[in-house]
């Protein structure tokens, strides 16, 4: 039993390139999220699955896009890099929308 | 709206002090709260939580009661190791308001031998 797991756990990007970023859990979870962690600011919601098939915005969409692939997995896509969205990226899932959340290990993402 | 604030951190004790991280929340309904634990380099991990009022989440020597009427969870730990050492965040949910799963920014611990 895996829990959350992400690739890659590092990535290197120059401005413009885009990548994706994968995310799969094995909880048999309904909702899946992603986040972002920077220095001093905490956690902030970029996407969010509520469950298989439906995907919403959450605080700091702008940039990214999203897929739930089916109910294990949900990628994070970034169509063209930016210097601003070197970061840290956290999946995360629940069993239900408003349940505890269990989060992977983190991709630490340098746009250069 | 909900929102959840946590004491500035960092905060740095001598092992086997007693240990006090302080978090109120905002909410419209009646929250779920949570205490989540990231040691560097990892993810988060879920400490401890609490689902109504008066409850009492525990773990790992770590406790937080849920108080209604101070809306308050603060964390604490009777006393605390070297390997304690970690950035800890409140968090909550609110059944009324399912779009949205609040952190607090995180309170660091240093916990010195």
């Known amino acids: 039993n895996a829990g959350v797991t992400q690739t890659p756990k590092f990535q290197v990007l120059k401005t413009g390139q885009s990548m994706t970023l994968q995310c799969a859990q094995d909880?048999?979870?309904?909702?899946m999220y992603w986040y972002r962690q920077d220095p001093g600011m905490g956690l902030r919601l970029i996407y969010y699955?509520?469950?298989?098939?439906?995907?919403d915005k959450g605080e700091v969409p702008n940039g990214y896009n999203v897929s739930r692939l089916n109910k294990r997995e949900f990628s994070l896509r970034l169509e063209s890099a930016a210097p601003s969205q070197t970061s840290v990226y956290f999946c995360?899932?629940?069993?239900?929308?408003?349940?505890?959340?269990?989060f992977g290990p983190g991709t630490r993402l340098t746009v250069t | 709206g909900d929102s959840v604030t946590q004491m500035e951190g960092p905060v740095t004790l001598s092992e086997e002090a007693f240990l006090t991280i302080n978090c109120t929340y905002t909410?419209?309904?009646?929250?779920?709260l949570f205490w989540y634990v990231q040691y560097p380099g990892e993810g988060l991990q879920l400490l401890l939580k609490?689902?109504?009022?008066?409850d009492k989440g525990s773990n790992k020597g770590f406790e937080a009661t849920y108080r209604k009427e101070t809306t308050s969870f603060h964390l604490e730990k009777g006393s605390v190791q070297v390997s304690d050492s970690a950035v800890y965040f409140c968090?909550?949910?609110?059944?009324?308001?399912?779009?949205?799963?609040?952190f607090g920014s995180g309170t660091k611990l240093n916990v010195k031998p």
């Open positions: 909880m048999n979870h309904n909702s």
């Open positions: 609490a689902t109504k009022a008066d």
């Open positions: 995360a899932s629940s069993e239900l929308i408003y349940y505890e959340q269990y």
């Open positions: 968090a909550l949910s609110d059944p009324y308001n399912f779009n949205k799963f609040y």
């Open positions: 909410a419209t309904g009646y929250p779920s």
């Open positions: 699955s509520a469950s298989e098939g439906t995907t």
